[in-house]
């Protein structure tokens, strides 16, 4: 019985993987077409990726796409985890669910208003539109998904051990170091997870800040479009989606193989009960 | 928090690696030079083969950026922060851009070639004498159809797009203007009316046309007609070529009551840094072999007569691209109607796109 | 913590907000009085709550954003909770979020090209013999494809909700008698409950204002309130009405805010 059911919520995440990953693999297959078009398929070509590796001008975007990603997201999840501890040790109520309101704005806010009060925000300072324009207006609108991904963890996280560190001297810095972060640390990973995908995916404000020749994929994507998304685009979605696979399956393994060793020594501490903290 | 900080490092190691690269992709770019041209323009306006020839023959690198509407553009330049030496925006745009002072005067003794452009393309009401703008595509807004699924005999002007035996056949170009501005071509009235009663009457008109629409839709037009989930499409007429070069069923016409003709016609914006290149770019841009080469690449109508004798006999004979002045008559070109009405006409295409509702 | 040291920690972030949020919901709200000819007024305001299409048009948005939320949900918990029962599930996770790195407008059109006449769907409704349907530009259609993009976010909360339970309270909950479905019931999805919440909310909020799908995938059949915004920044450049929308959009953010948080207190009370 309980072997059927365990079948069943696996066909049901197989069905999952399947619907998500049905596009991908559409974009993929059609990155191979002969045909200039996502449309029909009519032979094998890799003419599309001979033609990606000539186009210095895209291969400069992506990296310069990546480039903002990696920093922003690192960027706003520092800020983002310590704003995250700010509000949850606010004590009155009703200024935490105000702080929290302030911080969801920019979630509400569609692209286009964020991506105009932005460039209106950076004219008005006389800011020079380019790659830091770009950083910055990602930083701002990938700290609150991170403070939504961090706050759950503290709310979870067991105060006790807190007070109990304190008890036994333990500065600010310490409590902070050695218990609060420990414990939202997954909180902390999942929000630059997130940071990361909301800056790979924005397009509007992106277009505002931009400017000096510097763009970004989504960018120069849209703009593209106009002559119909060529497949040059979907031979580099493809490099770029079998990287992030490879890097993210890569990670996972060696941070596996980490924790069985760790866990091994951890069992013997026997102090250490509180349970370990997956990434 | 050790783990963490190790993490930190590598994504700071990982993007300064993606900036060493991205530096040494620019060097082999070749361009050391410090004297660039800002260009900014539709995406994928242009036969990037002309951008390499540009460089190879003046010196100058050219830095391309791209918008995806006029609209966008304006803003752009409007809040400054930018340095565009050059840019290309639509005639409606450019008048604007003109009363507000965006656009810098152009110098005429600088500018060699004007001679090769269509005089009928020159001296127009949105730019009188050219003093801020040169043409650099036309075109106009009309009907596409697939003879497989629909007569060509049957669809010659904008009232047989009411036809009921349309129904959920047609496909429409996501504009405001445009829209309403069949409502008031079919009835008759200017596509500039700033008459409410006209507009009202327009929209009245267009009611009956929610139910043959399809879809509302913008430059995905193009991919859905090659792939012929609809019939029939009102688009512009560099789209139009697009699909018929993909789709040999496709079928460009102009509509008997007359329609849209547009510019877009190059400017120097008041961001810029280096108008002597831009000077250059334009100048490049007259000769009628590099504008004969670009029209053969987009595809869009060129307004330089010199390169219409360059290019393929049947592309200049199709008179649904390059009308005969008999049809020019009945072409007009959008004017700034001023905030108030462009504001209406904006309302009033919200509410059409609302009884599309199901 | 005192609050000496909170502030060197949390400054930036209060610089943020002070820089990022406030500065702009001040420019938003300044702009919602300038009238399209950049005068003062208070007809922006007066216009959205008096026209007929911009106030069915938000019930509109929120019926069809009510309806993502509610099927991205139905989708996405099973799928949360499913996964924190396999081996791997950090793996797993990972994948299921890695479609999101792939461009938005590609993935669409990559919709556009599964759900058309000619597309692979179509083919096999061909083929077992239902037809040929148009799929495009139906609701059922964008619903799909919105889904579709909105999955991976309320799925992460909800995952790293589940996963935070402490498994002795299963155990003990287990060990009491309770057959899995109860455990369930009466430990799982309560404790989960602050993820479901952050799920909501970055679900909700964001698809009150799509515009791009509704376009590419409802041919704007489905008209919602990011497509008013849209056109009114980016064609007819009234930023004024634009803001004016931009401003309702914060306030039902708020209002789904102090709907949620009110949740949460009941179920404490429980």
């Not at chain 1, 066909?11 to 002969?34: C, D, M, V």
């Not at chain 3, 494809?145 to 402490?166: H, K, S």
Request: charged share 15%; aromatic share 14%.
């Amino acid at each position: 019985m309980k072997k059927l059911k365990f079948s069943w919520s696996n066909a049901y995440l197989f069905l999952i993987f399947a619907l998500l990953y049905t596009p991908i693999i559409y974009l993929i297959y059609y990155s191979f077409n002969q045909a200039g078009t996502m449309n029909e398929f009519t032979g094998f070509t890799t003419e599309h990726y001979g033609a990606l590796a000539n186009d210095t001008r895209l291969i400069r975007i992506a990296l310069d796409t990546f480039r903002v990603a990696l920093l922003s997201s690192l960027i706003a999840t520092i800020i983002g985890t310590l704003g995250a501890i700010g509000i949850f040790f606010v004590k009155q109520r009703k200024t935490q669910v105000s702080l929290l309101g302030l911080n969801n704005v920019l979630l509400v806010s569609p692209d286009v208003i964020i991506g105009a009060s932005f460039l209106l925000l950076f004219t008005m300072a006389g800011f020079r539109l380019g790659f830091y324009s770009v950083l910055f207006s990602h930083i701002a609108f990938s700290i609150p998904i991170v403070v939504l991904m961090v706050l759950p963890k503290l709310q979870e996280m067991n105060l006790n051990m807190i007070t109990a560190a304190k008890d036994l001297g333990a500065n600010n810095w310490q409590v902070l170091k050695s218990v609060i972060i420990p414990s939202i640390t997954p909180g902390i990973l999942a929000g630059y997870f997130m940071a990361f995908t909301y800056s790979i995916d924005d397009f509007a404000v992106t277009f505002f800040v931009t400017g000096n020749g510097f763009a970004t994929l989504s960018v120069e994507i849209y703009s593209r479009a106009r002559q119909g998304i060529s497949l040059e685009i979907n031979a580099l979605s493809t490099i770029l989606f079998i990287l992030a696979l490879g890097l993210v399956s890569g990670y996972y393994f060696i941070q596996q193989q980490q924790r069985n060793r760790k866990r091994k020594l951890t069992n013997i501490d026997p102090t250490n009960h509180q349970k370990a903290v997956s990434p | 928090m050790k783990k963490l900080i190790q993490l930190a490092a590598m994504i700071l190691g990982i993007t300064s690696i993606l900036y060493i690269s991205s530096l040494y992709v620019d060097r082999s770019e070749g361009s050391a030079s410090s004297d660039t041209l800002n260009i900014f323009n539709w995406g994928d306006y242009i036969d990037p083969d002309l951008l390499d020839q540009f460089e190879e023959e003046t010196g100058y690198r050219v830095v391309y950026e791209t918008f995806d509407s006029n609209e966008a553009m304006y803003t752009k330049v409007q809040q400054g922060g930018t340095a565009y030496d050059l840019a290309i925006p639509s005639e409606y745009m450019i008048d604007r851009m003109i009363q507000e002072e965006l656009v810098l005067p152009l110098d005429h003794s600088k500018i060699e070639g004007l001679e090769h452009i269509d005089p009928a393309f020159l001296d127009l009401a949105f730019d009188p004498d050219n003093q801020y703008s040169i043409p650099y595509f036309w075109g106009t807004l009309g009907i596409v159809y697939n003879d497989k699924m629909i007569d060509g005999e049957e669809i010659k002007s904008w009232s047989d797009l009411w036809k009921s035996k349309y129904r959920e056949d047609i496909m429409l170009i996501d504009g405001a203007r445009e829209i309403i501005g069949i409502g008031l071509q079919t009835k008759g009235y200017s596509l500039n009316s700033k008459n409410d009663e006209e507009l009202t009457e327009a929209f009245e008109l267009l009611k009956g046309l929610a139910p043959n629409v399809k879809a509302l839709v913008a430059d995905e037009i193009k991919m859905y007609m090659i792939q012929e989930e609809a019939s029939i499409a009102v688009t512009f007429s560099g789209e139009a070529a697009d699909m018929m070069w993909e789709n040999e069923s496709l079928h460009y016409i102009l509509p008997e009551e007359g329609s849209n003709l547009w510019f877009d016609n190059m400017v120097i914006p008041k961001t810029a840094q280096n108008k002597e290149a831009a000077y250059a770019f334009i100048n490049f841009m007259l000769d009628p072999e590099v504008a004969a080469q670009n029209a053969d690449y987009i595809g869009y109508s060129t307004p330089n007569q010199d390169a219409m004798a360059l290019l393929p006999e049947e592309t200049v004979n199709d008179v649904q691209f390059y009308p005969t002045d008999e049809m020019m008559k009945n072409l007009e070109v959008y004017e700034n109607i001023g905030f108030e009405y462009l504001g209406k006409y904006n309302d009033l295409f919200l509410e059409f796109k609302m009884l599309r509702r199901d | 913590m005192t609050s000496k040291q909170n502030r060197v920690l949390f400054f930036p972030y209060f610089i943020w907000i002070g820089l990022f949020v406030l500065i702009p919901i001040g420019l938003l709200v300044y702009q919602s009085f300038i009238g399209i000819d950049g005068a003062f007024t208070f007809d922006n305001i007066l216009t959205y709550f008096t026209s007929a299409t911009y106030l069915i048009m938000t019930l509109q948005s929120f019926i069809y954003a009510f309806i993502i939320t509610l099927i991205t949900f139905c989708i996405s918990y099973p799928t949360a909770y499913f996964l924190t029962q396999t081996k791997r599930k950090d793996l797993w996770m990972l994948l299921l979020i890695l479609p999101t790195w792939i461009n938005v407008l590609l993935k669409a059109y990559a919709f556009i090209g599964l759900l058309s006449q000619d597309g692979s769907i179509n083919g096999f409704f061909d083929w077992i013999g239902i037809g040929r349907q148009q799929l495009l530009f139906t609701n059922a259609s964008f619903l799909l494809v919105a889904t579709y993009i909105e999955i991976p976010f309320m799925l992460l909360p909800i995952y790293n909700a589940i996963e935070e339970i402490d498994s002795t309270l299963l155990h003990a909950s287990r060990d009491l008698g309770a057959s899995s479905w109860d455990t369930f019931k009466t430990v799982v999805f309560p404790l989960s409950l602050s993820g479901v919440r952050s799920g909501i909310q970055v679900v909700f909020i964001p698809s009150l204002s799509l515009f791009m799908l509704t376009r590419l995938i409802g041919g704007n059949r489905v008209v919602t309130l990011g497509t008013a915004i849209e056109q009114h920044f980016l064609v007819t450049q009234n930023w004024g009405m634009g803001s004016t929308i931009g401003i309702v959009l914060i306030l039902l953010m708020i209002i789904i805010m102090l709907l949620t948080s009110g949740r949460k207190k009941e179920a404490r009370k429980q």
